[in-house]
Antibody, heavy 115, light 112 residues
Framework: EVQLVESGGGLVLPGGSLRLSCSAS????????MGWVRQAPGRGLEWVAK????????NYVDSVRGRFTISRDNAKNSVYLQLNSLRAEDTAVYYC????????WGQGTLVTVSS | DIVMTQTPLSSPVTLGQPASISCRSS???????????LSWLQQRPGQPPRFLIY???DRFSGVPDRFSGSGAVTDFTLKISRVEAEDVGIYYC?????????FGPGTKVEIK
């Protein structure tokens, strides 16, 4: 059974940083693109970033490029999202997703940016 | 970025009756590899989204056959042949042809 478990969310001040983690199991992690999708409270979905199987290719939506960094550790079956220079508009539930179809989703971790 | 629109935004339906959701993209979703990467996802209340359909009409593992997808190029449709209580939620179309991958605004399906 595919499982994706996110962690690392919380309350942070504007301009602050957080590191989100996603632990994967139930599939061959090193063979799958991975991504992060966010959903602001009561809002729709926004694909934030994705990373290729070996980490050689990373893509970001314009609104986070230069502030967020996606990475992965295939030995640990984990993918990460480093969030820097956080803004109020980054407040959202962040979901870890498997592959470029988003075929599986974690339960999400809430990031709240507020003073 | 490719903009995805959906109609209707809300769809009250009677149990056992069909439902249909339309999705339109601002440009062709035909990829250079010949595939059209249009997906449908379902989000039940309080839950993360669930993947239903890929490449217009391919149902994902475990998805009931009352869900079907159709369409081409820029116009797509999700149909539920007979709505059941567990189908209540918000349905999103998503394009994965060109990054950033983008989602429609969602269509809320509720029981009359």
């Amino acid at each position: 059974e595919v499982q994706l478990v996110e962690s690392g969310g919380g309350l942070v001040l504007p301009g602050g940083s957080l590191r989100l983690s996603c632990s994967a199991s139930g599939f061959t992690f090193s063979s799958s693109w991975m991504g992060w999708v966010r959903q602001a409270p009561g809002r729709g979905l926004e694909w934030v970033a994705k990373i290729k199987q070996d980490g050689s290719e990373k893509n970001y939506v314009d609104s986070v490029r230069g502030r967020f960094t996606i990475s992965r550790d295939n030995a640990k079956n984990s993918v990460y999202l480093q969030l820097n220079s956080l803004r109020a508009e980054d407040t959202a539930v962040y979901y870890c997703v498997k592959d470029q179809r988003a075929s599986y989703w974690g339960q999400g971790t809430l990031v709240t940016v507020s003073s | 970025d490719i903009v995805m629109t959906q109609t209707p935004l809300s769809s009250p339906v009677t149990l056992g009756q069909p439902a249909s959701i339309s999705c339109r993209s601002s440009q062709s979703l035909v990829h250079s590899d010949g595939n059209t990467y249009l997906s449908w996802l379902q989000q039940r209340p309080g839950q993360p989204p669930r993947f239903l359909i890929y490449k217009i009409s391919d149902r994902f593992s475990g998805v009931p056959d009352r869900f079907s997808g159709s369409g081409a190029v820029t116009d797509f449709t999700l149909k539920i042949s007979r709505v059941e209580a567990e189908d209540v939620g918000i349905y999103y179309c998503m394009q994965a042809t060109q990054f950033p991958f983008t989602f429609g605004p969602g269509t809320k399906v509720e029981i009359k």
